[in-house]
T-cell receptor
């Protein structure tokens, strides 16, 4: 397996634009997690899914953020409209069981100007 | 969910020396995971130690777990420059009525710097 795949790896956009981050989890993993990492706040869990269903989205900062998982092999994290404070590295991770080892993707480095 | 607290926050050593990082947590656990994050990369799972194990080895890594003290340690022997990274200890999520929450909480980690 290729591991967790994220795209794009880097994204530079202007304030107000819509940003869509993509993730393909490891095949067979039932859990998918979206994290955001900044120097100030460290690694924060934004939302996670189990069997394509969002379980906990309490970490999503505000209504500008939304996440979907239309099927077991694909998830998106959308920011609309984007703001400079959204600049961060966004990681996607997947695992086979709750609390098990999580496999992280390489991350998407987002810069909002 | 609970998170581990790593200590020290930062550690700087010379190549070839051993590095020891400590972790404390608050509630009873059935296992503990350690992860590494190299700068600009995703986290990588290093090792999982179960509550009935006191010590576990993986290559140059040695992890100990003391459930009575709610603490763990990660020892890297004969460190290399490539070991420069942040290291995180992660307890499992609390199991609620109806099943586990599923999410791990990552703390601030220990930032290890190995100088050549």
């Amino acid at each position: 397996d290729a591991g967790v795949i994220q795209s794009p790896r880097h994204e530079v956009t202007e304030m107000g634009q819509e940003v869509t981050l993509r993730c393909k989890p490891i095949s067979g993993h039932d859990y998918l997690f979206w994290y955001r990492q900044t120097m100030m706040r460290g690694l924060e869990l934004l939302i996670y899914f189990n069997n394509n269903v969002p379980i906990d989205d309490s970490g999503m900062p505000e209504d500008r953020f939304s996440a979907k998982m239309p099927n077991a092999s694909f998830s998106t994290l959308k920011i609309q409209p984007s703001e400079p404070r959204d600049s961060a590295v966004y990681f996607c991770a997947s695992s086979s069981l709750a609390g098990n080892e999580q496999f992280f993707g390489p991350g998407t480095r987002l810069t909002v100007l | 969910s609970q998170q581990g607290e790593e200590d020290p926050q930062a550690l700087s050593i010379q190549e070839g020396e051993n590095a020891t990082m400590n972790c404390s947590y608050k509630t009873s656990i059935n296992n503990l995971q350690w992860y590494r994050q190299n700068s600009g990369r995703g986290l990588v799972h290093l090792i999982l130690i179960r509550s009935n194990e006191r010590e576990k080895h993986s290559g140059r890594l040695r992890v100990t777990l003391d459930t009575s003290k709610k603490s763990s340690s990660l020892l890297i022997t004969a460190s290399r420059a490539a070991d420069t990274a942040s290291y995180f200890c992660v307890p499992p999520p609390r199991v609620n009525y109806g099943g586990s929450q599923g999410n791990l909480i990552f703390g601030k980690g220990t930032k290890l710097s190995v100088k050549p």
